[in-house]
């Protein structure tokens, strides 16, 4: 992904490991080099990997030694721009926010304890388990409806591309960039379909007419939490009757019986999430210069975030902007390829 690793490892004075940072090395425009988290433009979370026993324990001032030693050790990286933290995670803070936070909206989880029908009872008002209900309903009156769950790995192989298909095509006609064409995205979810790695499971379910794909919904099972990770929804006039909702549901209530105690939304509002009264956990970025260049690169981009959210505030430039958008993007796409 045009990011070259360096994997940062912390040992305590015992010498055992106590943190593990997953850095790369990002280069920017007119040729100067950033510290990112690995991957971190197509991660939703990116955070170090700490010893429960330590994180709350690590200062900013040893935070920033880490960093000027890794600056140190990697010539032409200029600055730290860490992107898409969690303030908290696993009942403790996020060690880097004593290194600087700058906020960054949030991400939604919906806990699952105890059986589906208490969850639901619980995060769902009686009028939207009632509008979900006669959702079903509709859709079942035009056609024969079933919800697949599939286990077998040819079913989960045939799903993963069924929805990379769906997804891509609505992408498009929303004239947005499309994140998940990334040839290592896709050889990912293929091999996740294909085995279990190492205790991480993809699930993936679909509602099926007739033998029609109308929706598809997929997620990372680890440990007790499920991550919602991607839907998509076929061209079909029973979309006006939210599809990925009625599958949330379904697929949610599995997480339930395998004994999931989170179902993760991720970041970014949405009218799916706020369906089911998530959570919110707040989530930050961190931007570091460690010379006048970096200085003068944190400068400019903390300018066009500010620029972003400004507009991002106001709903009709935030309209004119997506137009802009679209338009470009796809003019790009029309244009001949090279050979």
């Not at 433009?41 to 429960?52: D, E, F, H, P, T």
């Not at 061209?235 to 697929?251: M, Y």
């Not at 930050?284 to 006048?292: E, G």
Request: net charge positive; hydrophobic share 40%; with cysteine.
């Amino acid at each position: 992904m045009g990011e070259r690793p360096i994997i940062v490892l912390g040992r305590d004075a015992a010498g055992t490991p106590a943190f593990l940072f997953p850095f790369a090395v990002l280069v920017r425009r007119m040729g100067i080099g950033v510290l990112t988290w690995l991957a971190q433009s197509q991660s939703a979370y990116n955070m170090g990997l700490y010893r429960k026993d330590i994180a709350n324990s690590l200062d900013g001032a040893l935070l920033q030694e880490t960093l000027a030693v890794v600056r140190s050790a990697v010539p032409g990286v200029h600055a730290g721009w860490f992107l898409g933290q969690p303030e908290r995670w696993g009942g403790n803070e996020n060690p880097f926010i004593r290194v600087g936070r700058a906020p960054r909206g949030s991400c939604f989880e919906v806990p699952l304890s105890g059986p589906f029908e208490r969850v639901v009872g619980k995060q769902l008002s009686s009028d939207k388990r009632q509008d979900l209900r006669r959702q079903q309903r509709r859709v079942s009156e035009q056609c024969d409806l079933a919800v697949g769950l599939p286990f077998d790995r040819e079913t989960r192989e045939l799903m993963v591309e069924t929805s990379i298909a769906q997804k891509t095509r609505q992408i498009e006609e929303a004239g947005l960039p499309n994140l998940i064409d990334h040839p290592a995205l896709i050889a990912f979810h293929r091999q996740l379909a294909r085995d279990e790695m190492e205790g991480v499971r993809l699930e993936i379910g679909y509602l099926d007419a007739g033998g029609h794909v109308l929706s598809t919904l997929s997620g990372i099972r680890y440990k007790d939490r499920f991550y919602h990770i991607n839907g998509s929804i076929a061209e079909t006039p029973l979309r006006r009757w939210s599809l990925a909702q009625l599958l949330i549901h379904d697929l949610m209530a599995r997480q339930c019986q395998l004994g999931a105690a989170h179902w993760d939304f991720g970041p970014g509002e949405g009218s799916h999430k706020a369906l089911w009264h998530p959570d919110e956990i707040p989530m930050f970025d961190t931007f570091v210069a460690f010379d006048a260049v970096g200085r003068a690169l944190m400068a400019i981009d903390g300018l066009m975030i500010r620029s972003r959210r400004w507009i991002a505030a106001r709903p009709a430039l935030r309209k004119v902007a997506h137009h802009i958008r679209s338009t470009y993007l796809r003019s790009m796409r029309k244009l001949p390829r090279a050979r």
